[in-house]
């Protein structure tokens, strides 16, 4: 019989070889065991009924005979999902908190059994190393991660080979830009509308809202205003305060009695040339009256 091996034939041989070789080396530090050398391992799930003993290896040469299994647990998901750093790969092989596994071997996240994230008293809290979902409008479910720090996509899924998601992303982006110092920076990036449409299906009102995820959290302002980025920075906001309610130069244009309309609340302009505003207002939904006095 004649067998004729083309190159890509022998190439992905030795590729083959090659990585069988590097996988044992690596998952078992020695390639030179002896004759009938025996190894028992056993990778428990602490979250899915997926625990598998597996059979004694048996080794001739350093060669497997029977097969070995690991499943990876919940623990190595979740400090793979914490921090990306701390997963390495060498060819077919990931390493991660001393185990060794393929990305065959790692769990998929079943989306379907998880909660989304809603607010709760414009409390935006997405937990601390905790899966969740983000069903688009479509009705799609995107299974989402929260860090010590952040939201983001699941690292175990990536490397499990999902494909990538950009509705995922973009929402994750969203609430990224919501947790930072000045989230008017989500204007570069969503439109107005957009930036509507989270706030709305998270059920987060005009006003004071909280976003938090893992041990940071981050307070901003959502108004109703039509003139400018609906999300602004509670530092903003108290500035924006503070002009409006002391006394400045910028209300000496204005005549006493003059009406802002805040809110669709009307303030009036008092004899000290301020305004009697509460703290919390929409005083970026402002209406100015004319400059000019009347003569």
């Not at 080794?59 to 690991?70: A, D, L, R, S, Y």
């Not at 005009?206 to 039509?226: H, I, L, M, P």
Request: glycine content about 8%; hydrophobic content about 30%.
């Amino acid at each position: 019989m004649n067998v004729n091996l083309s190159g890509w034939n022998v190439n992905r041989m030795t590729h083959a070889i090659n990585n069988r070789k590097t996988m044992l080396d690596i998952l078992f530090g020695d390639r030179n065991l002896s004759k009938k050398q025996k190894k028992d391992s056993f990778f428990k799930s602490d979250i899915y009924d997926i625990g598998i003993y597996t059979k004694q290896a048996e080794w001739t040469n350093g060669v497997i005979q029977g097969t070995q299994k690991v499943v990876v647990s919940s623990k190595i998901l979740t400090i793979m999902n914490n921090n990306i750093a701390d997963l390495h790969k060498s060819g077919d092989i990931f390493e991660c908190g001393g185990m060794y596994f393929t990305a065959d071997q790692i769990p998929k996240i079943n989306t379907g059994s998880l909660e989304e994230v809603k607010a709760s008293d414009n409390v935006m809290d997405f937990g601390k190393e905790k899966y969740f979902k983000y069903v688009s409008a479509d009705g799609k479910e995107h299974c989402l991660y929260a860090d010590h720090k952040t939201v983001g996509s699941v690292n175990s899924e990536v490397m499990r080979g999902e494909p990538y998601d950009e509705t995922l992303e973009k929402y994750a982006g969203f609430w990224r830009y919501m947790m930072s110092k000045d989230p008017i920076v989500a204007g570069f990036s969503y439109s107005d509308e957009e930036i509507r449409n989270y706030m709305d299906e998270a059920g987060i009102q005009t006003g004071f809202f909280t976003v938090k995820a893992g041990d940071r959290e981050a307070t901003q302002f959502y108004s109703a205003t039509n003139t400018t980025c609906p999300v602004q920075s509670k530092l903003r906001y108290d500035q924006q305060y503070q002009r409006l309610t002391e006394k400045s130069p910028f209300f000496d244009s204005f005549e006493v009695g003059s009406v802002f309309k805040i809110g669709g609340k009307d303030y009036i302009l008092n004899e000290s040339h301020m305004l009697d505003i509460p703290y919390g207002e929409d005083i970026f939904d402002i209406q100015y009256p004319s400059r000019e006095k009347s003569q």
